[in-house]
């Protein structure tokens, strides 16, 4: 799922000592739409909410990130980044400095094939959240995100945002995401194994 893990043996042997782990908080910006990154990074463990600006400035949640997500990608060719990244709980990623893949020769055409594989792949999931948006009855539509998140971590045992993450990304009240979680779990669409993990028992979205 990685960028660096998707490079052949002999680049990752290169990037080994460049690669940086570090952890975050909740709250943290990890990313800054408008902004060039300075580095690519990988989320390894967190969840992480997408933010688009509107006209006036103000950001607003467009998608849920987490485990294998690239964030930087742009930077690699001299982009600046169309979304925003706010840590929604602690976690890690793993960062590389954009220069340190041209200084030490990794930046080759397999190298911008994974870039851009990550690249495209993204826009495929902020239409995947476009179309949830669209779903109607919240509850549905709360299914259908964790069915989303579920598939995009690899794991339909997930960590649940807060209800405000929730709300605030279904543009709903925290009340009501609460009220719907309790009826999917009632119906046996997701089963709790604590206040914040469940397992998301239906169909996967589809892609």
């Not at 006209?55 to 690699?76: C, F, I, M, N, W």
């Not at 998140?149 to 709903?172: C, D, F, K, M, W």
């Amino acid at each position: 799922m990685c960028v660096m893990g998707s490079l052949p043996e002999a680049s990752r042997e290169l990037l080994a000592p460049c690669i940086e782990e570090s952890t975050f908080a909740k709250g943290d910006t990890l990313q800054t739409e408008g902004e060039m990154a300075r580095r690519i990074s990988t989320i390894k463990i967190g969840a992480v909410m997408a933010t688009r600006r509107d006209d006036q400035g103000e950001s607003h949640p467009v998608a849920l990130l987490g485990r294998g997500k690239t964030l930087g990608g742009y930077a690699v060719y001299g982009h600046r980044e169309q979304i925003g990244a706010q840590a929604l709980s602690a976690g890690r990623m793993c960062s590389v400095e954009v220069p340190d893949f041209y200084r030490l020769g990794v930046a080759d055409r397999q190298f911008h094939a994974c870039i851009q594989q990550h690249i495209v792949g993204s826009h495929g999931q902020l239409a995947d959240w476009s179309r949830v948006m669209r779903i109607k009855g919240l509850q549905q539509k709360l299914l259908a995100a964790l069915q989303l998140y579920a598939r995009e971590q690899g794991n339909r045992t997930i960590r649940l945002p807060s209800h405000v993450a929730l709300a605030a990304l279904l543009s709903t009240t925290r009340e009501t995401i609460a009220r719907s979680l309790r009826q999917l779990e009632a119906s046996g669409h997701i089963v709790r194994h604590d206040r914040w993990h469940c397992e998301v028992t239906g169909p996967r979205a589809a892609r």
